[in-house]
């Protein structure tokens, strides 16, 4: 695999649920993004990580979790969410901040019923 | 704050038409900026950048040169493929680990 991976790519999951999304990068990056894309508005940043550690959380409510156990891989835990949270979840990665460019990931289409 | 303005969407061009799609934005110091691509079902993909003022980022036919007097960076391309049908975004970073978006340009070339 090459680049930024995303699991699963569509998720469905009730109000009461807990599931976790997915990222990984094979690009030696150090810095890892969760943004949440919904239709008409613009890209939302929710989670920033810089060699494992967390260094933004944008007012994001607590019903979403992140994880990220080392530079490679980063994990969005989920649970009691609302309809309102709907959206594809899109994972990125950069070698820094600044001039670097970022990498995305495919996205994961979630939908709370 | 900082932030990015893009023209509303959709723009719809017939193959071979000339495309610009504006962006104009509001930052603090000297930022870097950026257009990404997204096809449908994928996600963004780098399309060119620039890091200083009067730079021109090109990749596959598009231009977009750094305006700081007009805090521009319109993105053109002289001729459209059907291929070229995307959203495009234009973004900003002033060296933090916060990338500005735009809300997105829907793109549709007709053949």
């Known amino acids: 695999e090459t680049g930024v991976t995303q699991t699963p790519r569509h998720l469905v999951m009730g109000m009461t649920n807990k599931k976790s999304l997915k990222c990984e990068q094979h690009l030696g990056h150090n810095a890892m993004y969760w943004y949440k894309q919904s239709a008409k508005k613009p890209l939302e940043l929710m989670f920033v990580y810089n060699f494992k550690e967390q260094t933004e959380n944008n007012s994001v409510p607590s019903r979403f979790s992140p994880e990220c156990p080392n530079s490679s891989h980063l994990f969005l835990h989920l649970h009691t969410l609302q309809p309102e949270d709907s959206a594809l979840y899109l994972c990125?990665?950069?070698?820094?901040?600044?001039?670097?460019?970022?990498?995305f990931g495919p996205g994961t289409r979630l939908t709370v019923t | 704050g900082n932030s990015v303005t893009q023209m509303e969407g959709p723009v719809t061009l017939s193959e071979e038409a000339f495309l610009t799609i504006n962006c104009t934005y509001t930052?603090?110091?000297?930022?870097?900026l950026f257009w990404y691509v997204q096809y449908p079902g994928e996600g963004l993909q780098l399309l060119l950048k620039a890091t200083k003022a009067d730079d021109k980022g090109s990749n596959k036919g598009f231009e977009a040169t750094y305006r700081k007097e007009t805090t521009s960076f319109h993105l053109e391309k002289g001729s459209v493929q059907v291929s070229d049908s995307a959203v495009y975004f234009c973004?900003?970073?002033?060296?933090?680990?916060?990338?500005?978006f735009g809300t997105g340009t829907r793109l549709k070339v007709l053949a």
């Open positions: 973004a900003l970073n002033t060296g933090t680990y916060k990338y500005i």
């Open positions: 930052a603090t110091g000297y930022p870097s």
């Open positions: 990125a990665s950069s070698m820094g901040q600044g001039t670097y460019e970022q990498y």
